[in-house]
């Protein structure tokens, strides 16, 4: 019987919903936000503060007491002031010793201290377990209940089992929290918030100059030159045409520089023989930002796409139109349909419209809520196979609408060449070596080398 019974009870759910008690240094706004975050959570919370006297600010079903008091009544104390005033819980080393340690803090400025404030915790208080937690979460988005753009919670720290209690909390809270490792992986964490979109900068940096080229380059030859030569002035140009061919040379060239460095990383590969060593760091940097590189085309791309259908509202479009039609009836002539340029203007439209299409599917499937719902083969046929055939047909776009202009001496202006002469060098450059290297004779020892195999194996060493 007793058996039995004692079988029964270790079968039953545990029904008890009472959380651990949780102990939070400090009554700033984070720590506050974070209090009233957890008691919704169903933690009771106690606040350890130099004044016992219970605030306004304070979640109202929060306990606040002394320091030492508030530390012996939990296992968890999060530590939410910043590194400047740790000092003064080293008096507390003894009611602290064995407790798990939170630490919350950030810095001004990237590398402001030799180590991380977690790993200074550390050392003031070698009897507790640091674990870093929380500093990638504001307490707006804590109060307000918007976490859409904050849910990732980095936590390291050496001891597993209080990092494993944090991680408990942060999913309690609706956080997601990730695993970074060791102690030693809070220098990382804590430069995070202070990194203003880190693998941002090289694309945008990018983007910019080449915009402002281009930009000064349609400038030079269709105002500069036409005001000297022909005595036209189209200043207005600045507006709307200008803007309509850098966009979608931009959009063209950045979907091209996507692709490129895998063409590079596929040539060293090959000619190194093995997969196993390093690529040069200018080409791992260039790697990691290929995604923001692909976004930004497709701004650029819908800013054309934007430009393009305000076109026939412009007043210099519609002054041509007229003109054509006054000129036809002055002359008493109906200018026969083109139908070699009916069948260019159709296919160009078609192949920019099909371009684009696939390229703002290449966009959605970059979004992690996408991604992270597809497995590894879908993710890479999306990105790769109809990457290519977005370049292509893009490509192929510009050719047609632009080809016209390769042969045309008109269209060098003081020796330049046209602007979408220009824009096809590197998406052409691209496609060109991409099929020389899915030949059979090329893609199967590049195969072969990326699923290990080796011309040297010393290289592996």
Same mark, same amino acid.
């Given at each position: 019987?007793?058996?039995?019974?004692?079988?029964?009870?270790?079968? *039953?759910?545990?029904?008890?919903?009472?959380?651990?008690?949780?102990?939070?240094?400090?009554?700033?706004?984070?720590?506050?936000?974070?209090?009233?975050?957890?008691?919704?959570?169903?933690?009771?919370?106690?606040?350890?503060?130099?004044?016992?006297?219970?605030?306004?600010?304070?979640?109202?079903?929060?306990?606040?007491?002394?320091?030492?008091?508030?530390?012996?009544?939990?296992?968890?104390?999060?530590?939410?002031?910043?590194?400047?005033?740790?000092?003064?819980?080293?008096?507390?080393?003894?009611?602290?010793?064995?407790?798990?340690?939170?630490?919350?803090?950030?810095?001004?400025?990237?590398?402001?201290?030799?180590?991380?404030?977690?790993?200074?915790?550390?050392?003031?208080?070698?009897?507790?377990?640091?674990?870093?937690?929380?500093?990638?979460?504001?307490?707006?988005?804590?109060?307000?209940?918007?976490?859409?753009?904050?849910?990732?919670?980095?936590?390291?720290?050496?001891?597993?089992?209080?990092?494993?209690?944090?991680?408990?909390?942060?999913?309690?809270?609706?956080?997601?929290?990730?695993?970074?490792?060791?102690?030693?992986?809070?220098?990382?964490?804590?430069?995070?918030?202070?990194?203003?979109?880190?693998?941002?900068?090289?694309?945008?940096?990018?983007?910019?100059?080449?915009?402002?080229?281009?930009?000064?380059?349609?400038?030079?030859?269709?105002?500069?030159?036409?005001?000297?030569?022909?005595?036209?002035?189209?200043?207005?140009?600045?507006?709307?045409?200008?803007?309509?061919?850098?966009?979608?040379?931009?959009?063209?060239?950045?979907?091209?520089?996507?692709?490129?460095?895998?063409?590079?990383?596929?040539?060293?590969?090959?000619?190194?023989?093995?997969?196993?060593?390093?690529?040069?760091?200018?080409?791992?940097?260039?790697?990691?930002?290929?995604?923001?590189?692909?976004?930004?085309?497709?701004?650029?791309?819908?800013?054309?796409?934007?430009?393009?259908?305000?076109?026939?509202?412009?007043?210099?479009?519609?002054?041509?139109?007229?003109?054509?039609?006054?000129?036809?009836?002055?002359?008493?002539?109906?200018?026969? &349909?083109?139908?070699?340029?009916?069948?260019?203007?159709?296919?160009?439209? *078609? &192949?920019?419209?099909?371009?684009?299409?696939?390229?703002?599917?290449?966009?959605?499937?970059?979004?992690?809520?996408?991604?992270?719902?597809?497995?590894?083969?879908?993710?890479?046929?999306?990105?790769?196979?109809?990457?290519?055939?977005?370049?292509?047909?893009?490509?192929?776009?510009?050719?047609?609408?632009?080809?016209?202009?390769?042969?045309?001496?008109?269209?060098?202006?003081?020796?330049?060449?046209?602007?979408?002469?220009?824009?096809?060098?590197?998406?052409?450059?691209?496609?060109?070596?991409?099929?020389?290297?899915?030949?059979?004779?090329?893609?199967?020892?590049?195969?072969?080398?990326?699923?290990?195999?080796?011309?040297?194996?010393?290289?592996?060493?």
């Amino acid at each position: 019987m007793n058996k039995n019974s004692s079988n029964m009870m270790a079968l *039953a759910p545990n029904t008890s919903n009472k959380r651990e008690t949780v102990c939070i240094f400090g009554t700033g706004d984070f720590g506050r936000a974070l209090g009233h975050k957890m008691i919704q959570s169903g933690y009771p919370v106690v606040y350890g503060s130099r004044s016992t006297q219970i605030s306004n600010l304070i979640p109202k079903d929060a306990e606040v007491l002394g320091h030492a008091e508030a530390a012996q009544k939990a296992a968890i104390i999060i530590i939410a002031i910043q590194r400047q005033h740790y000092n003064f819980l080293i008096p507390l080393a003894e009611v602290l010793r064995g407790k798990v340690l939170v630490d919350i803090s950030n810095n001004l400025k990237l590398n402001q201290y030799p180590e991380s404030n977690a790993e200074h915790l550390a050392q003031l208080l070698p009897g507790s377990k640091v674990v870093k937690a929380f500093n990638t979460v504001s307490a707006w988005a804590l109060q307000s209940g918007t976490l859409d753009a904050s849910r990732q919670v980095f936590v390291c720290g050496d001891d597993v089992e209080a990092k494993q209690m944090v991680m408990n909390i942060v999913r309690a809270l609706g956080l997601t929290p990730l695993d970074k490792g060791s102690l030693l992986a809070a220098q990382e964490i804590e430069n995070y918030p202070l990194q203003l979109f880190p693998m941002w900068k090289f694309p945008i940096f990018l983007s910019l100059g080449l915009t402002a080229f281009f930009f000064l380059y349609c400038v030079v030859l269709d105002i500069i030159y036409t005001y000297i030569y022909e005595k036209n002035d189209f200043s207005f140009f600045i507006a709307i045409t200008i803007p309509n061919r850098v966009c979608p040379v931009m959009a063209l060239i950045l979907l091209a520089l996507v692709y490129l460095p895998g063409i590079f990383a596929a040539i060293i590969q090959l000619y190194r023989g093995t997969k196993y060593r390093r690529f040069p760091d200018w080409l791992d940097k260039w790697m990691l930002c290929r995604k923001q590189l692909g976004l930004i085309a497709l701004g650029f791309a819908s800013l054309h796409v934007v430009f393009t259908l305000v076109t026939p509202m412009r007043a210099f479009a519609s002054w041509r139109t007229g003109k054509g039609i006054i000129s036809q009836v002055l002359n008493n002539k109906t200018e026969p &349909l083109d139908h070699t340029n009916a069948w260019l203007s159709d296919s160009y439209l *078609a &192949l920019g419209i099909l371009g684009f299409f696939l390229f703002v599917l290449l966009g959605i499937t970059s979004l992690p809520s996408v991604s992270n719902n597809v497995n590894w083969r879908e993710f890479r046929f999306v990105q790769s196979k109809l990457g290519y055939l977005a370049l292509i047909l893009c490509t192929a776009h510009t050719l047609v609408y632009g080809g016209k202009w390769f042969l045309s001496p008109s269209a060098y202006k003081w020796y330049l060449p046209n602007i979408y002469i220009l824009s096809l060098i590197v998406p052409c450059a691209v496609l060109v070596v991409k099929f020389v290297l899915i030949l059979p004779c090329v893609d199967k020892p590049l195969t072969q080398i990326r699923q290990g195999w080796e011309r040297n194996p010393k290289y592996s060493k």
